[in-house]
């Protein structure tokens, strides 16, 4: 007969998720209430609130979409485009492909930008597709580029959709509390994040937001929406307060506990000092990791704090490194993800894991295993390194 499932402590620096605060698991374990309770309905209106706050926007159509990142992503392409419809989409990384598999499954084309794996997206690229493609409908792209760790500069690549008359649908799953975005600031008509990256919230949730110009595009569809359970004109009358709500599916009502209580959290830090702290922690493991001689993968100017891609040293197995650190330390990181598998590991420092008890566990244990292993590291010197930043 099965037993009780009892997962291991550990401690989560990869690409997501992240170390859960117990006030978050806490709040999830609170009693299951009806998802149509005033009582819900109450926090539901609270969430959107929090929301609206962490994406510094005042759009109504601010919602948690009931299933992960991915379903986020797939809401905000189904609900823009339609058949014959075109895209400018950029690709530095995994998800930029996985933006042109939702262009192509809604019947319309991906004009592609390309950049490097480990570039930001470049502007000057993205001018040329969108003038050589006047009808473009929107431009997507990634804020935050999690296979490879680089930030790409959405408050320039939004007003260059607009110049181009498009709107800007923006992947911000891994940038939403980690740095700086600004929705209605940016002007950014769709954007799309997930729990479990710098809201430090467990996995299967994906806030939305949605501005004027998108709604005015959901509402003069001259299709139905694919995907029934991602039609945003369905979803919103459940979210929507005013005319009463009505059943459309039933909410991961203790998730959205647990969501709740992480925007608390983020609420009560403040979102610039929330930003502030990753930028710190990445630093102090930076300056750890390259005391042990080892490089980053994207140039400082575009380094993601949240997202440190380090290149593996010649002749050392990463998946035994990985494996001695979960086994021995209890410690996640990341492997490379599509072209940079094998070349490179993925430290997350994302919410609740960007602190300093992480960073020095991380570059100690680290230090401790490739010293183990023989490899050509500059050993015992990167927890000095990091402790000289934080006694800065
Ligand atoms: C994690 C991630 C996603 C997908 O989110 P899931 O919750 O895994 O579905 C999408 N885009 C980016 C940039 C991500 O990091």
Redesign the pocket.
């Known amino acids: 007969m099965s037993k009780s499932f009892h997962p291991p402590k550990r401690t989560l620096m990869g ?2 998720p992240s170390d859960v605060s117990p006030r978050v698991t806490a709040a999830m374990g609170a009693p299951t209430i009806g998802h149509l309770d005033p009582a819900f309905v109450g926090l539901m209106d609270d969430i959107k609130g929090l929301l609206q706050y962490a994406f510094r926007t005042k759009n109504k159509l601010t919602i948690p979409v009931s299933a ?4 986020g ?1 797939e809401s905000c392409f189904v609900n823009l485009l339609e058949p014959g419809d075109k895209a400018v989409v950029c690709q530095n990384g995994v ?1 930029g492909g ?1 933006m042109k598999e939702n262009v192509e499954r809604c019947g319309a084309t991906a004009i592609m930008v390309q950049d490097d794996w480990g570039k930001p997206v470049d502007p000057n690229k993205v001018e040329e597709a969108l003038k050589a493609n006047p009808d473009a409908k929107l431009l997507a792209f ?1 804020h ?3 296979s490879t760790g680089a930030r790409s500069d959405a408050k320039a690549l939004t007003a260059l959709a607009h110049q181009y008359d498009a709107l800007s649908l923006v ?1 911000s ?2 940038g939403l509390g980690g740095i700086e975005l600004d929705v209605d600031g940016w002007g950014i008509d769709a954007i799309y994040s ?1 729990t ?2 710098c809201l430090s919230c467990p ?1 299967g949730i ?1 806030p939305v937001s949605f501005g004027e110009r998108a709604v005015d595009v959901i509402k003069n569809r001259k299709t139905k929406v694919q995907s029934w359970f991602l039609d945003m004109s369905l979803v919103m009358g459940y979210w929507d307060g005013t005319g009463g709500r009505t059943y459309h599916h039933t909410a991961p009502v203790n998730s959205m506990y647990g969501l709740h209580e992480s925007l608390v959290m983020l609420a009560e830090e403040g979102l610039e000092k929330a930003w502030a702290r990753h930028a710190y922690h990445h630093q102090a493991l930076a300056a750890g990791i390259e005391a042990m001689g080892l490089r980053f993968v994207v140039d400082q100017e575009y380094r993601l704090p949240q997202l440190n891609s380090v290149t593996i040293p010649a002749g050392v197995e990463e998946a035994k490194v990985r494996a001695a650190l979960l086994n021995d330390y209890n410690l996640e990181i990341g492997a490379g993800l599509g072209a940079l598998a094998g070349k490179v590991w993925r430290i997350g420092l994302m919410g609740e894991s960007s602190c300093k008890t992480n960073v020095l566990l991380c570059l100690g244990a680290l230090d401790a295993v490739l010293t183990g292993m023989g490899a050509a590291i500059n050993s015992g010197r990167a927890v000095a390194a990091a402790n000289a930043v934080y006694k800065g």
Not at 68 to 71: L, R
């Open positions: 690409p997501g992960p990142g991915s379903a992503m998800f996985r990634v935050a580029e999690t992947d799953v891994t997930g479990q990256k996995p994906s």
